[in-house]
């Protein structure tokens, strides 16, 4: 717009549809109507302004407006989620109970300005960072029922799951729903949305000071300030008759329900440096500094939609089970589930999200060291350390749960959660006058006050080769460790608490590996470009390698021993016992096939497969460490291929480009390379907990299926990178020289 200053606007839309099906594997088959489908669209602007206001001094304004909506849903037509236990296995169908009603939009605004100012031997940057989220939040579990039914008897009078669903004529072993208590909607027209805004305004300085011709230092500190502009509903009931209750067994950290948390403001001060000697041709860089990272926004916005009255819901009692048979009425969606009056559940509020009264938003301390090294003839080298340590972590507390009742016996003793039919105990709240917790769950998200919080190191060795005419080789091996305590990885508060892997139960969580922990990673590349015809014409050929440690894996339970998410739920990490706590374990009967197996041709099965596993026979008489073991070490190699032919018209010259990209070629060489390795949910259920011999007797009994052989499957994901299979893509692409 003028000599000085340039002003540049922009549009984006993209719009697109993903399906997710429900990979099964060795002890569980998904149906494809279990999946999710996602929608997603986003329209985006964007305006910029450079202004070079004085010969050192520029300014740098950017603003940004995004509308996004992600409209998850089911796949297929509305069906009841169904689980059935089949002894050692379980199949799943029917529509994917966190699908059933999700809509999220969102209208961003993003405004940043950086101010340079350049003086003798500094470069200053002073800058503003502003944005502000409007959200639209319908999310309703289970809103179609959601039916288990497990295996139940001892041989030969065993009932599996299959059994009973087929039959009717028996109630199922859990039962759930969700509802709006809004309105009678069973789809994201209801009107037990949430809506709410939240705003972030940042303000930060730094400072890029050369010393000599060598050193160059930066520092900087950056001051970031959440706010959550919009006030949750607040419900009476929960804050006059609950929330005392809920003190009696947990500390809530202030929390109240209608209640806005106050996000202190978060100071990260940062410094770096990078030192050459030219002389060896050698180049130091490293730093540290805190930084303030972010999070969902639907994590903290539970307690806008779970507040206690716009969503509804209920597990049903064991009294309540007696009435409950399987439905369905595609007709009448409505009429076809078990509402809490019709199974005399009485008075519900489905679930219950809290926040701290104070909450702070993620944060670490980072550090890093780096060596790079020129050696001459396109050769370089480089070696860097990371270390990062945990300041404010999230943490997820199920404040419903009376707590444990006792101690398992036998070997791998684990404290034991009551429970009231399948479903855990849960607190009493006076609920008019008779005691019944009106709640299905109640989350309390806040921070880890705990000293024990997660880390991460990765180091890095690698070296290139460079060339224009010749050969391009670059080769790199890396290590990388992560120490997680609560791994947030879903979009629900009760998801994260409830699927992830412990001994003693989810409110009692230490350190583990992450489900990103990333191990061995060996990364190498090869190239070559033949150019011919006087330039017309050139061809490049390039391999790229990946070996890769396989994911993290947990060895688990089918059902659950410590009964903090029921007895129906899972998640609970195996003992492994020695060979002599092995034979003196109870077992009963196992029918797998048709075939029953006593408990001695159980337990010397079991044997056979402890020893043969590396992780497992290392680590008998422990408990299995979440994210433990893993899956089978990984070799990939891609192939691509790139003809370039240079057009010219008049005095222009042109370039067309034809690509080749074969991602796996290991396999397209041979099909029993390149296998790419899967486990659902990182985790393997190996042995089957049968129940306690008694309610006063807390003697664990198990199954085991003798059929069982690797713990892992082979992905069937068609995406280059997951896939199983070799994928070859093809391009095209014209270049303006």
Request: charged residues 15%; positive net charge; proline residues 4%.
């Amino acid at each position: 717009i003028s000599p000085k200053h340039r002003f540049t606007v922009s549009g984006r839309y993209n719009k697109l549809t993903s399906e997710s099906p429900s990979i099964s594997s060795s002890t569980s088959i998904n149906f494809t109507n279990g999946g999710v489908r996602f929608p997603h669209r986003t329209t985006a602007f964007s305006a910029e302004l450079k202004s070079n206001l004085t010969k050192n001094i520029s300014n740098r304004l950017l603003a940004t407006y995004s509308d996004v909506l992600d409209d998850r849903s089911i796949v297929g037509d509305p069906f009841p989620r169904i689980a059935l236990n089949d002894n050692g296995g379980t199949i799943t169908f029917g529509g994917e109970n966190s699908s059933t009603q999700n809509l999220l939009t969102q209208k961003n605004l993003s405004i940043v300005d950086n101010l340079k100012i350049n003086y003798k031997n500094h470069s200053f940057t002073l800058g503003v960072d502003y944005e502000r989220f409007k959200v639209f939040n319908v999310f309703i579990q289970n809103s179609y029922g959601n039916y288990s039914y497990l295996t139940t008897g001892t041989a030969p009078n065993i009932v599996t799951g299959v059994q009973k669903f087929i039959a009717n004529n028996v109630a199922p072993s859990t039962y759930q729903l969700g509802f709006p208590n809004t309105d009678k909607n069973l789809n994201d027209e209801t009107g037990a949305g949430a809506r709410f805004t939240v705003s972030k305004l940042a303000f930060f300085i730094a400072d890029e000071m050369k010393v000599g011709n060598n050193l160059t230092i930066n520092m900087g500190v950056r001051a970031d300030h959440w706010k959550f502009i919009t006030t949750p509903y607040t419900d009476a009931y929960t804050n006059d008759s609950a929330i005392v209750q809920f003190a009696k067994y947990y500390d809530l950290k202030g929390a109240r329900s209608g209640q806005k948390p106050k996000f202190p403001l978060s100071i990260s001060p940062r410094l770096g440096f990078t030192y050459k000697i030219p002389d060896q041709s050698v180049t130091i860089r490293g730093g540290i500094g805190m930084f303030t990272g972010r999070m969902p926004l639907v994590w903290p916005g539970g307690t806008y939609n779970n507040n206690g009255y716009f969503v509804g819901g209920y597990t049903a009692s064991a009294a309540s089970l007696t009435a409950i048979r399987f439905r369905w009425n595609p007709a009448d969606a409505v009429a076809s589930v078990w509402t809490p009056a019709q199974v005399g559940q009485g008075f519900t509020k489905g679930p219950l999200n809290l926040i701290s009264k104070e909450f702070k938003m993620p944060k670490l301390v980072r550090a890093s060291m780096a060596f790079d090294k020129n050696f001459g003839k396109g050769w370089t080298g480089t070696f860097e350390v990371l270390v990062s340590k945990n300041m404010n972590e999230i943490y997820y507390t199920n404040i419903n749960i009376l707590p444990p009742i006792g101690v398992s016996l036998g070997a791998g003793p684990r404290t034991v959660y009551g429970v009231s039919g399948n479903n855990t105990a849960v607190i009493p709240i006076a609920n008019n006058g008779t005691g019944t917790n009106p709640y299905d769950n109640a989350i309390l998200v806040s921070n880890n006050s705990s000293h024990t919080k997660g880390f991460a190191y990765n180091l890095n060795v690698g070296i290139e080769k460079r060339s224009v005419k010749g050969i391009n080789f670059s080769a790199s091996y890396a290590f990388g460790n992560s120490m997680v305590g609560n791994e947030a990885t879903s979009s629900v508060n009760l998801s994260q608490w409830r699927f992830i892997e412990s001994v003693n139960g989810r409110n009692s969580l230490g350190l583990s590996p992450s489900d990103f922990d990333q191990a061995h990673r060996i990364l190498s590349t090869l190239s070559k470009k033949f150019t011919y015809l006087k330039g017309k014409l050139a061809t490049t050929i390039s391999l790229t390698y990946i070996g890769q440690s396989g994911a993290p894996l947990s060895y688990t339970y089918v059902t659950s021993m410590t009964r903090d998410d029921g007895t129906g739920g899972g998640n609970d990490l195996m003992y492994i016992p020695t060979a002599a706590e092995l034979q003196g374990q109870t077992f009963l009967a196992n029918t797998v096939s048709g075939v029953t197996y006593t408990p001695q041709q159980q337990k010397d099965a079991l044997e056979a497969y402890i020893t043969k596993d590396k992780y497992l026979s290392k680590n008998r008489g422990k408990f299995a460490d979440r994210n433990g073991a893993r899956l089978p070490f990984t070799h990939n190699l891609d192939l691509k291929l790139a003809q370039d032919f240079t057009l010219k018209f008049g005095k222009k010259s042109y370039q067309l480009q034809l690509t080749w990209e074969i991602y796996n070629f290991t396999n397209m060489l041979n099909r029993d390379w390149g296998k790419q390795y899967f486990a659902g949910n990182d985790q393997f259920a190996l042995v089957t907990f049968a129940g306690y011999v008694a309610a006063n007797n807390l003697t664990p009994q198990y199954r085991f299926n003798p059929t069982v052989t690797t713990p892992y499957n082979f992905n069937n994901s068609a995406t280059p990178g997951y896939a199983n299979r070799w994928v070859s893509t093809v391009g095209l692409r014209f270049n303006f020289k």
